[in-house]
């Protein structure tokens, strides 16, 4: 039976290593173990504690630099049917402009079991485009049933369970694009 204790701190531990080898410095991620009448899960991010689980952001900087944006990282993590080892969950990655977490980028989100239709694993874009927008025109003149909204309101998918989106990934994207200042290798 998986020890959750070990398990999480372990798992905070080596994202935490991960983004201050990479995009941040000096950062720390917590685990909190939530007990519910049924259900145990674990929640991972930074300045969270057991009173409060709300996920404080990452400010993108090496160093003392401004901030190039903020990241939004949150796990939600449970034991394996078998209780042998710590499984994802709940995973959301999130760009922000500022450290309020209001002006958002890009956002990457996993759910094991959503709880509505769009895909276990989806990326939303902040912005806008007007060919996009030309085609939901088109598909609702067509008699489709998309509604009006933004770029941000649609989910794109991105592989369901076994291709879940990484915060390597994240961390390749903000690399390979130039977006955050990176530490060598």
């Not at 000096?26 to 173990?33: D, M, P, W, Y």
């Amino acid at each position: 039976m998986i020890d959750l204790h070990a398990g999480s701190r372990f798992f905070a531990a080596e994202v935490t290593s991960l983004l201050n080898r990479t995009v941040t410095q000096g950062i720390r991620l917590t685990a909190v173990i939530a007990r519910r009448q049924t259900t145990t899960t674990v929640h991972v991010g930074k300045g969270i504690g057991p009173q409060d689980l709300s996920v404080k952001p990452i400010p993108l900087t090496i160093g003392n630099k401004p901030a190039a944006g903020h990241l939004f990282i949150g796990y939600i993590l449970k034991a394996d049917p078998e209780e042998n080892y710590l499984t994802v969950d709940k995973s959301q990655y999130g760009l922000y402009l500022d450290d309020g977490l209001e002006n958002m980028l890009v956002h990457w989100d996993y759910e094991r079991e959503p709880a509505n239709s769009y895909g276990m694993a989806h990326v939303q874009v902040n912005g806008r485009c007007e060919h996009f927008d030309q085609l939901t025109e088109m598909a609702r003149a067509a008699g489709r049933t998309c509604p009006e909204r933004s770029l941000r309101e649609f989910h794109f998918p991105v592989g369901g369970r076994r291709f879940r989106p990484s915060l390597e990934d994240v961390v390749e994207f903000l690399a390979v694009e130039g977006l955050a200042e990176m530490r060598p290798n």
